[in-house]
């Protein structure tokens, strides 16, 4: 009996050899294992989001993943397409660039301020080729070239205003009291506004972090439309 256990054992050891590398959900892919890593970042960190951990998340070797990902910045580049097909450009080819623009900044900010921990990774992160982050910028700069905004210029509005999104959505993510001063005596005006301001806050229900972007988001827009009318004024 002992002999005929060893033997079981043996035979039965390389079928559980040959499991390890397979994913718990039967098939491997790209888009899983980015979305594992994504999953992973909301849930952890990006730290914690190593092609080790994601391996282990998906029950398999990380060997494994190197035949859908060449590593590490090829597996963000693919988080940045998944954020990135998530925040439509529709806008763009119904409303007048000033308001597409709005819109287009509503969706982008809810979008990372659901992934807050993504904003410092990618915005220094060079976009990949064939990105669909590309492809979304084309839908904006067509749209601003259109409108007049000259090409000199038109990639400049853009990154200002996605600057701007981004700082947003951390923003959002944060605690509303996150600037309450407390009860202190040596900051006088600073208090006496931020009452003031919770206050009204309270009375429209609003959040803190929406009453910045909205009225940060209209100021670029004017001012963004008040630079087109000068690039026109003088030709430029």
Same mark, same amino acid.
């Given at each position: 009996?002992?002999?005929?256990?060893?033997?079981?054992?043996?035979?039965?050891?390389?079928?559980?050899?040959?499991? *390890?590398?397979?994913?718990?959900?039967?098939?491997?892919?790209?888009?899983?294992?980015?979305?594992?890593?994504?999953?992973?970042?909301?849930?952890?960190?990006?730290?914690?989001?190593?092609?080790?951990?994601?391996?282990?998340?998906?029950?398999?070797?990380?060997?494994?993943?190197?035949?859908?990902?060449?590593?590490?910045?090829?597996?963000?580049?693919? *988080?940045?397409?998944?954020?990135?097909?998530?925040?439509?450009?529709?806008?763009?080819?119904?409303?007048?660039?000033?308001?597409?623009?709005?819109?287009?900044?509503?969706?982008?900010?809810?979008?990372?301020?659901?992934?807050?921990?993504?904003?410092?990774?990618?915005?220094?992160?060079?976009?990949?080729?064939?990105?669909?982050?590309?492809?979304?910028?084309?839908? *904006?700069?067509?749209?601003?070239?259109?409108?007049?905004?000259?090409?000199?210029?038109?990639?400049?509005?853009?990154?200002?205003?996605?600057?701007?999104?981004?700082?947003?959505?951390?923003?959002?993510?944060?605690?509303?009291?996150?600037?309450?001063?407390?009860?202190?005596?040596?900051?006088?005006?600073?208090?006496?506004?931020?009452?003031?301001?919770?206050?009204?806050?309270?009375?429209?229900?609003?959040?803190?972090?929406?009453?910045?972007?909205?009225?940060?988001?209209?100021?670029?827009?004017?001012?963004?439309?008040?630079?087109?009318?000068?690039?026109?004024?003088?030709?430029?």
């Amino acid at each position: 009996m002992m002999a005929n256990r060893n033997d079981d054992d043996s035979a039965a050891a390389p079928a559980t050899r040959r499991r *390890v590398g397979r994913p718990r959900a039967g098939v491997l892919s790209k888009r899983l294992i980015t979305e594992t890593c994504l999953r992973l970042i909301d849930e952890r960190g990006t730290e914690a989001a190593s092609m080790r951990a994601i391996a282990a998340e998906l029950g398999v070797r990380p060997s494994a993943l190197y035949n859908h990902v060449a590593g590490y910045n090829e597996l963000i580049a693919g *988080v940045r397409e998944l954020i990135s097909e998530r925040i439509p450009v529709d806008a763009f080819e119904r409303e007048p660039w000033d308001a597409a623009l709005a819109t287009w900044a509503r969706h982008y900010r809810d979008v990372f301020a659901a992934h807050p921990s993504l904003v410092a990774l990618l915005a220094v992160l060079p976009l990949a080729e064939e990105s669909v982050t590309t492809v979304m910028y084309e839908a *904006v700069i067509a749209k601003l070239g259109d409108a007049g905004w000259p090409d000199t210029h038109a990639v400049t509005v853009l990154v200002a205003l996605e600057s701007f999104v981004l700082g947003s959505a951390l923003d959002l993510s944060a605690p509303d009291d996150m600037l309450d001063p407390g009860p202190r005596d040596d900051v006088p005006r600073f208090s006496s506004a931020y009452r003031a301001r919770a206050a009204l806050l309270a009375e429209t229900g609003t959040r803190p972090a929406d009453a910045s972007f909205e009225l940060g988001l209209r100021a670029l827009i004017a001012g963004f439309s008040a630079e087109l009318a000068s690039l026109a004024a003088t030709g430029r």
